[in-house]
């Protein structure tokens, strides 16, 4: 195509915001041959410092970049959009318990929601990245009804890419020889990355470890993965958390590859019991611009229980907005 994509991206002047706009406006999210215009949307405050980002990504002098246009307002921020990236949230301050914390992702996602319900493109595809993630998609799915449910995902695929990472020096494989991993659930510390389906150089992965590194090491080491870098980085994971972003929506766009599959929280179908409706992370392939779960997986009891957890954990935070009237 040359009519270029618009892509909307929230909080574009955070962090992860500086990690992604220059891959994106180089073409690593829709591909080598498709120009893009940025519509960066971000707070009042955040304004002047998106316009310092924006003069850096026209220094770049990418070939596929269209434009840039800067939005305090989302109405604005959303109009036209064929993929926007809801980068920016309200992060958990001290003190602050989970209903304040959905409450103040309630005042952002709902607007944003009814923004891209009147605005965005007909194709338009929405990953949420701003934490709590599946909720917020959640939220800002509820306030679309003219969309189809299915464009709103949440991130999961950072977690999935540090699975990947982790079994793959565990086993001393390269990370291109583990297929069929999967990520569960909620992006939360409760999060599921199941291994029991996985093939590493084509051998059953979790044959290849024993139980009690799976438990307690592999599992938590990915749930907690966040922690520890922000720990040892002093700031959370910010060119991690953009690469996944990239990845997530680049896969869903172009297909994935047919000898395995991926992880993203997707509106369920009541697939694996997990609730319909809920924005819960699944084993998934993306055919023809659409997510799939992978069907018939054998469940063991160990992971069905790791599942319902984190899934509990999910319909926790949809009663919790549901009595805040956020949905
Ligand atoms: P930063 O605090 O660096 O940036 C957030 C930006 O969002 C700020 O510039 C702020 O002004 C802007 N913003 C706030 N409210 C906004 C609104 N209503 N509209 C537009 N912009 C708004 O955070 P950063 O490190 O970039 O992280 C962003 C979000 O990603 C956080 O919620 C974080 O928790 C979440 N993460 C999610 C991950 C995932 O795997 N799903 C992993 C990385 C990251 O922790």
Redesign the pocket.
């Known amino acids: 195509t040359t009519t270029p994509v618009n892509v909307t991206v929230?909080?574009?002047?955070?962090?992860?915001?500086y990690a992604l706009l220059f891959r994106i406006a180089s073409g690593q999210l829709l591909g080598p041959d498709t120009p893009v215009k940025l519509r960066l949307?971000?707070?009042p405050?955040?304004v002047k410092?998106a316009e310092g980002t924006a003069m850096e990504l026209d220094d770049c002098a990418f070939p596929l970049l269209a434009g840039i246009d800067i939005f305090d307002d989302?109405k604005q921020g959303f109009e036209g959009a064929n993929v926007a990236l809801l980068?920016?949230?309200?992060?958990r301050s001290k003190g602050m318990e989970r209903g304040d914390l959905l409450e103040a992702n309630g005042g952002?996602f709902g607007p944003?929601g009814e923004a891209i319900n009147a605005g965005a493109a007909d194709d338009i595809r929405v990953l949420v990245?701003?934490?709590p993630?599946n909720t917020n998609a959640l939220i800002a799915q509820q306030h679309a009804p003219d969309v189809p449910a299915e464009r709103f995902t949440?991130?999961?695929r950072?977690?999935h890419n540090r699975a990947l990472s982790q079994l793959a020096s565990k086993t001393g494989a390269p990370v291109s020889a583990i297929k069929n991993l999967t990520i569960w659930g909620n992006?939360s510390a409760t999060q599921y990355p199941d291994i029991f389906h996985a093939t590493v150089d084509g051998k059953n992965a979790a044959e290849l470890v024993d139980q009690s590194w799976l438990e307690s090491d592999f599992i938590p080491t990915v749930a907690k993965r966040?922690a520890a870098i922000i720990e040892a980085r002093g700031a959370?994971?910010?060119a991690s958390?953009a690469n996944?972003a990239i990845d997530h929506v680049h896969d869903w766009v172009n297909g994935t590859a047919d000898d395995s599959w991926t992880s993203a929280a997707i509106v369920s179908d009541g697939s694996y019991g997990v609730p319909e409706g809920l924005i819960s992370s699944f084993p998934v392939r993306a055919k023809g611009g659409k997510w799939e779960i992978v069907q018939g997986l054998e469940i063991s009891e160990f992971s069905r229980g790791k599942i319902d957890a984190s899934v509990n954990e999910l319909v926790e935070e949809r009663d919790a907005v549901k009595e805040l009237g956020l949905v």
């Open positions: 929230t909080g574009a002047a955070g962090q992860i915001g949307l971000e707070i405050q955040g410092a989302p980068v920016g949230a309200r992060p952002i944003q990245v701003g934490n993630a949440a991130m999961t950072l977690d992006h966040g959370s994971s910010a958390a996944a």
